[in-house]
């Protein structure tokens, strides 16, 4: 198993930028892909970014240009660079791992974009 654990969420003005990050409890170079998930209230969950193992990211086309998707190997962590924040952000944002052929989540963080 493989325990995520993200913060950074937050309170921002539309315009504004945020941080998140996600902490894995198991080496990177032993996930095969993570990503970063997010639910708005009423809708399903839907992917906002994803990194592969190799490097290679993939971003949905409504964040496209204004989120970056990073990794740090040595810290095990996985980071959403978020800017030019719009109110259609605000949702549940939840780290997601592929990890020996099985999907771990984490316990998600608010990202509340609002004047």
């Known amino acids: 198993q493989v325990q995520l654990v993200e913060s950074g969420g937050g309170l921002v003005q539309p315009g504004g930028s945020l941080r998140l990050s996600c902490a894995a409890s198991e080496s990177l170079f032993t996930i095969s892909a993570m990503g970063w998930y997010r639910q708005a209230p009423g809708k399903q969950r839907e992917l906002a970014a994803q990194i592969t193992g190799g490097g290679a990211t993939n971003y949905a086309d409504s964040v496209k240009g204004r989120f970056t998707i990073s990794r740090d190997m040595v810290k095990n962590t996985v980071y959403l660079q978020m800017a030019r924040l719009k109110p259609e952000d605000t949702a549940v944002y939840y780290c997601?791992?592929?990890?020996?052929?099985?999907?771990?989540w984490g316990q998600g963080t608010q990202v509340t974009v609002s004047s």
């Open positions: 997601h791992a592929e990890y020996a052929r099985s999907g771990y």
